[in-house]
Structure formats: structure tokens, C-alpha cells
């Protein structure tokens, strides 16, 4: 059993700590590139990597969206530093013409990961409670879902785990997280849910919600994969418009596929209107679905015969 982890002296106890090592046991890789933002979360995933002998690529991508980001950003790489960590920052440019300035940040965060990862799989630290937060906004936008442990670009191992074990595990280690001002912002939806929703349906409940909140994102992802397991793979040249006459849940499925192999913008309402171009065609023009890395828009057509996705400035 290691003492420290880097300058960082390990306690004989520490609970916290002991329950994010032990979620990270299932994702045993000899080296991972976290995302680090350098708040809880993320400092918890990066000590307890390397505390479980994980090589720890520490990114911590600047926005540029917040005065003194760049600050922010350099403290996290040299708390990674001190633990023991290579660290490295990422500034991004952020376009928030198409999709909002949320999924912007998203597309270039991930985007920046992905190019500084290297060889090594891309962990994040999501916990179950931004699981629970997740369910009720993709309700709100129509569709309930949740995020995946693993899937194409990254890996969550932290996703079983509650907040209070990341909070609780910085404080056995003497970190001092970063306090995102965003976090007290009830002007962005999740943060409202968060600090308004949660409690009043704890209230309600008279019961933590957050675990059957999680367990209702693992049951419809459960059951969006076996529908998924149906889906033919896709093609590049597009999607056959003959696929019409396949049962909606596996229309879905499909057009959902098909616009994360292009790393496009999904929404209940994106769905709907590619779907149209499949039952309900009547020569409408194509649906605009967010925009690649380098700025071009991305645009879902049907010609002859097929849904294609088109790329233009």
C-alpha cells in the first residue's frame, strides 16, 4: 500500500478516498488522461488513479470563458503535479453559435481530451449525483437518459459514486478544490436543479433521490442498448431511407447513432426531425445539427434515397 501519492501523504484512515479507489478498481488500466478541472471531482479521480498505480496524464482544459481561467487552469496542473501526475493545459476556443454555450464547451472540452490523450482512454469524474441531475434534464428535453460509464470517447468510473466521497476524500488529503462560481449560478438549469429540485423532491420524498434517479438512467440505458444491439451498423455513405418502416425505438436508435458517429448535436428535438425526413418526407431542407471542431456546419439531408450528413461553412 503506497504512503503518498507524490508530496501528498496518504491518512491511515480515510473512508472518502477508500470509496473512490475502490470504484476505480473495475477500470484497471496501467494509464488513463483525466480531465481535470481541478475541483472536487476531478482531483478526487486523479488521486485515487494514482494511488491505485494508474500513470495519470492530468489535462485540464482552459475555456477561456471566465477571467482568470488560465490561473485556475495552471493551479489545477500543479496540484496533479504534486500528486505525482504529468499534467498539461489545454486552452480552447469556444463557439457557442450553434447548440448554446454549454454544449460548446462540451464539444470543445471532449475535443481537447481526445487530441491530448494520446494512446491512453479518457476518464472523467461525473458522480452519481450529476447522473441524477442528467435524468431530470433529459427528461425536460424529452427524453429520458443518462450518461454511459463507458462509451466511444470516454470512460466515468466515478459514476457510482456520490459527491459527498469526492468532497469528503479531498479533505482526508488536504487538497483544496477549485469553487467553480458557476456552481452558485440558479441561472443555469443545472445548477437550478441541483440547488432547487433535488431538495424540494427530497422534501417530498422524504428520501434521497439521487439513487433512484441513477438507477432509473441505468434501467433506460439498459434498455436503449438492447435496442441499439439491433441497429445495423452504420454505413459512412449514410442511413437507407428504408428504414422507415422499422418500429420507432429502433428509428431513434439509429438516427442517434448515426449523428454521434458524426459528433453531432443530439436532442428530442433533433431526433424528431431527422425521423421526419424518414416517415414524413415532402422535400423539407435539411436539419442543421450542430457543427464540427473546425467550425463547418453540420447538416442532415436525404438524397436519393438516404440520409447523409453534409458539411459546410
Request: proline share 5%.
Amino acid at each position: 500500500m503506497p504512503t503518498h501519492i507524490g508530496e501528498i501523504p496518504l491518512p491511515r484512515r480515510s473512508p472518502h478516498f477508500l470509496a473512490c479507489r475502490r470504484h476505480l478498481r473495475v477500470h484497471a488500466s496501467p494509464a488513463a488522461a483525466i480531465g481535470l478541472s481541478g475541483g472536487p471531482d476531478s482531483l478526487a479521480l486523479v488521486a485515487a488513479a494514482l494511488a491505485e498505480g494508474v500513470q495519470v496524464r492530468a489535462i485540464c482544459v482552459d475555456h477561456q470563458l471566465q477571467p482568470g481561467s488560465r490561473e485556475v487552469a495552471e493551479q489545477a496542473a500543479a496540484t496533479a503535479r504534486r500528486m505525482g501526475a504529468e499534467a498539461v493545459v489545454a486552452p480552447v476556443t469556444v463557439d457557442a453559435r450553434a447548440g448554446g454555450m454549454e454544449a460548446a464547451a462540451r464539444r470543445a472540452r471532449y475535443a481537447a481530451l481526445r487530441a491530448q490523450a494520446g494512446s491512453r482512454p479518457v476518464w472523467v469524474a461525473h458522480t452519481l449525483d450529476d447522473q441524477a441531475e442528467t435524468v431530470l434534464l433529459s427528461a425536460l428535453r424529452g427524453r429520458v437518459a443518462g450518461m454511459a460509464v463507458s462509451d466511444r470517447h470516454v470512460q466515468r468510473p466515478f459514476l457510482g459514486l456520490r459527491r459527498a466521497d469526492t468532497v469528503g476524500a479531498c479533505a482526508e488529503l488536504g487538497l483544496r478544490p477549485w469553487q467553480d462560481p458557476l456552481n452558485e449560478d440558479a441561472s443555469v438549469r443545472r445548477i437550478a436543479i441541483r440547488s432547487k429540485v433535488m431538495p424540494l423532491l427530497e422534501e417530498i420524498t422524504g428520501a434521497d433521490v439521487a439513487p433512484a434517479l441513477a438507477r432509473a438512467a441505468a434501467t433506460a440505458r439498459e434498455d436503449a442498448d438492447f435496442i441499439a444491439a439491433q441497429v445495423p451498423e452504420i454505413d459512412s455513405d449514410g442511413v437507407s431511407v428504408s428504414l422507415a418502416s422499422a418500429p420507432r425505438a429502433l428509428r431513434v436508435r439509429s438516427i442517434i447513432a448515426f449523428l454521434r458517429h458524426h459528433d453531432a448535436a443530439v436532442s428530442a428535438a433533433t431526433i424528431d426531425a431527422v425521423d421526419a425526413l424518414l416517415v414524413n418526407w415532402h422535400g423539407q431542407g435539411g436539419v442543421a445539427v450542430g457543427k464540427t471542431a473546425e467550425g463547418l456546419r453540420l447538416v442532415v439531408r436525404r438524397k436519393s434515397g438516404t440520409l447523409v450528413m453534409d458539411e459546410s461553412p
